[in-house]
């Protein structure tokens, strides 16, 4: 057993590892504090382009940015409590911003 220690996770069983149950769920989980408070700064940008009918602008600033809106689309429908703060923020703005990426390269958008 070279570099690893044996451990108990919740349930009581052996683990072979170091990492802890809480450890092992965490790794699952893609959220990170960072994108939240990201997500809660690009909101009022996100607005602010598409009251100007300008999505383009967020589009144009690639893959990162529109995994992002995607993100932020996922929010908004199951109801994440940053999502609430921005009541403008609704889910068929984001799919019309997305659906200007997704319709110019021959895929299906979002649906509301």
């Known amino acids: 057993m070279s570099g690893s220690a044996i451990s108990h996770n919740a349930s009581g069983t052996k683990r072979r590892d170091n990492s802890s ?3 092992h769920i965490m790794h699952h989980n893609p ?6 408070r990201f997500k809660q700064t690009f909101a009022p940008i996100v607005l602010r382009c598409v009251a100007l009918g300008l999505p383009r602008i967020l589009l ?3 893959p990162e940015t529109v995994e992002i809106l995607t993100m932020m689309l996922a929010d908004v429908r199951s109801g994440e409590a940053w999502a609430k ?3 403008d923020l609704t889910a068929p703005k984001l799919i019309g911003v997305l659906s200007e ?6 895929t299906q958008a979002p649906t509301p």
């Open 21 to 23: 149950t809480t450890d």
């Open 31 to 36: 959220l990170r504090p960072h994108e939240t």
């Open 60 to 62: 144009d600033g690639g």
């Open 85 to 87: 703060q921005w009541a």
């Open 101 to 106: 990426r997704l319709d110019r390269r021959g």
